[in-house]
C-alpha cells in the first residue's frame, strides 16, 4: 500500500510567480491535512479537507493561498504571487475515512524555495 | 491556544547512551499526545501516543509518560542507536486520534545525533 505522495520535492519559485503543491492521500484515505514548516520551526497546522469540501481553514494565511481536494485526483495547495517568506516545507497528511482511528501518516513534503 | 515546548537542540550522544527529549504543553481540556520522528529526507512517522493521564507510549526502545500534573511527555530511551539519528516531534491533539478532524499542534523539533 503505498503511502502518501507528495509532488513535487522540491519547487523553485521567483518572486511573483504561482506554487501549486500535490498530495496523493493514502489509498482508502479521504482526509488530508496540510502543514507548514519555516526554517526552525516546528510544523504549522493549514488547512483540513475532506473529499470537496474544505472543513477547516484557520490556520491558512488570509491572501494568496488555497487549497482544494476535488472528488477525483489530487488535493492541491496553492500559493499565488509568492514571496520570499513562503520559503518553507510543505507536508501533506491523510487519515482514514469514517470509523476510525484518525491517525494522520505524513507525506515527504514539498520543499518551496521562492529566490 | 494550545502549544507544545521542546527542549533545544540539537542533542548528539554516543551510542548505548541514555536519551532525555523534553516535552511540555499547554491545553484546555484533555488532549492526546504524541511523538513523530523525521528520517532525513522523509515525511513524519508516529513514534508512539498516549491519550490519557498516566498512559505511557511506548516503541522500539522509546518511552513516554502522559503526566498530566506537570503537562509533560518527556521521550526516553534506555540505550541509544546510529539509527536513531532523526529529528524528533512533539504534538498534541485536542481532539485524540479517535474524532475526524484532529489537527496537530507540534513542537519545534529536537535534532538527535548518535556517533558511534
Known amino acids: 500500500n503505498a503511502g502518501v505522495m507528495q509532488n513535487p520535492r522540491h519547487l523553485v519559485r521567483r518572486r511573483g510567480q504561482e506554487a501549486r503543491l500535490r498530495c496523493s492521500p493514502m489509498?482508502?484515505?479521504?482526509?488530508v491535512y496540510w502543514y507548514r514548516q519555516l526554517p526552525e520551526e516546528g510544523l504549522k497546522f493549514m488547512v483540513y479537507?475532506?473529499?470537496?469540501?474544505?472543513?477547516?481553514e484557520s490556520g491558512m494565511p488570509k491572501e494568496r493561498f488555497s487549497a482544494e481536494f476535488p472528488k477525483e485526483g489530487p488535493s492541491i495547495l496553492r500559493i499565488q504571487q509568492v514571496v520570499r517568506g513562503d520559503s518553507a516545507a510543505y507536508f501533506c497528511?491523510?487519515?482514514?475515512?469514517?470509523?476510525?482511528?484518525?491517525?494522520?501518516?505524513f507525506g515527504p513534503g514539498t520543499r518551496l524555495t521562492v529566490t | 491556544g494550545d502549544s507544545v515546548t521542546q527542549m533545544e537542540g540539537p542533542v548528539t550522544l554516543s551510542e548505548e547512551a541514555f536519551l532525555t527529549i523534553n516535552c511540555t504543553y499547554t491545553?484546555?481540556?484533555?488532549?492526546?499526545l504524541f511523538w513523530y520522528v523525521q528520517y532525513p529526507g522523509e515525511g513524519l512517522q508516529l513514534l508512539l501516543k498516549?491519550?490519557?493521564?498516566?498512559d505511557k507510549g511506548s516503541n522500539k526502545g522509546f518511552e513516554a509518560t502522559y503526566r498530566k500534573e506537570t503537562t509533560s511527555f518527556h521521550l526516553e530511551k534506555g540505550s541509544v542507536q546510529v539509527s536513531d539519528s532523526a529529528v524528533y516531534f512533539c504534538?498534541?491533539?485536542?481532539?485524540?486520534?479517535?474524532?475526524?478532524?484532529?489537527?496537530?499542534?507540534f513542537g519545534e523539533g529536537t535534532q538527535l545525533t548518535v556517533n558511534p
Open positions: 497528511a491523510s487519515s482514514l475515512n469514517d470509523g476510525g482511528p484518525y491517525e494522520q501518516y
Open positions: 489509498k482508502g484515505h479521504s482526509h
Open positions: 479537507l475532506q473529499k470537496e469540501n474544505i472543513i477547516d
Open positions: 491545553a484546555t481540556g484533555y488532549p492526546s
Open positions: 498516549a491519550t490519557k493521564a498516566d
Open positions: 504534538a498534541l491533539s485536542e481532539k485524540g486520534f479517535e474524532t475526524s478532524g484532529s489537527r496537530l499542534t
